[in-house]
């Protein structure tokens, strides 16, 4: 068995709808819907919303350059959509004029929207920023150029000669020596072998057996 608490809660809960009715919405109309959905408990019901004439009504891809008009309620007991929009449709507005929504749904499609169109714009923003066009620099400006350059210029100069200056602490390093520093032995081998005198012909005697 429920509590008194939880009949409480539940006699608190209220069901928030959003009625679109496309074409023209007159006074008559208004009070006429509102009577025959007085049978959910109206809580609330909000003045009409009209939007400008629209070329492609979102919520009605078959019409073209018509105005929507935005009613929300909010009523002690549910309904289905489909029962909403017949008590609409009983007041003389064509079934195909009339969109029926949850309202808390419909807020964040509606909020999902206008973030996406924040960030478009944004990028939108940022892309153009880089690509506008400054425009010539002024002789200010290009005389400032010129002292940076300048200036520059004469630091770099500057620091190249008072760098020929320093010396490594502990003096220079000497040159590395490599093997083509060592001594060389240059002479042939076969310059070192002593080779006997060269021989006259009168000098040669020929023994003949006897």
């Known amino acids: 068995m429920k509590s008194f608490k939880e009949y409480l809660m539940e006699d608190a809960r209220e069901f928030s709808y959003r009625i679109k009715i496309a074409g023209?919405?007159?006074a008559k109309c208004q009070a006429d819907i509102k009577q025959r959905l007085d049978k959910y408990d109206v809580v609330s019901m909000s003045t009409a919303k009209k939007t400008p004439i629209l070329a492609t009504p979102s919520d009605f891809p078959g019409l073209k350059n018509t105005e929507i008009n935005i009613?929300?309620?909010?009523?002690k007991y549910p309904a289905s959509l489909?029962?909403?929009?017949q008590q609409v449709h009983l007041c003389g507005v064509p079934t195909a004029n009339i969109v029926v929504v949850d309202k808390k749904w419909d807020d964040s499609i509606e909020k999902d929207a206008e973030g996406q169109l924040d960030t478009e714009k944004t990028s939108e923003k940022d892309s153009l920023l880089m690509t506008t066009d400054l425009g010539a620099p002024s002789a200010e400006q290009?005389?400032?150029g010129k002292r940076y350059a300048t200036r520059d210029a004469a630091m770099a100069a500057e620091a190249a000669k008072d760098g020929a200056k320093f010396e490594v602490a502990g003096g220079?390093?000497?040159?590395a020596k490599t093997t083509n520093d060592l001594p060389?032995?240059?002479?042939?081998?076969?310059?070192?072998?002593?080779?006997p005198a060269k021989m006259r012909a009168g000098d040669m005697t020929i023994n003949v057996g006897k």
């Open 24 to 26: 023209e919405l007159d």
């Open 82 to 85: 489909d029962e909403i929009q």
């Open 172 to 175: 220079k390093t000497p040159k």
């Open 184 to 195: 060389q032995d240059n002479t042939s081998p076969f310059s070192r072998v002593s080779r």
């Open 71 to 75: 009613i929300d309620f909010t009523f």
């Open 142 to 144: 290009k005389e400032l």
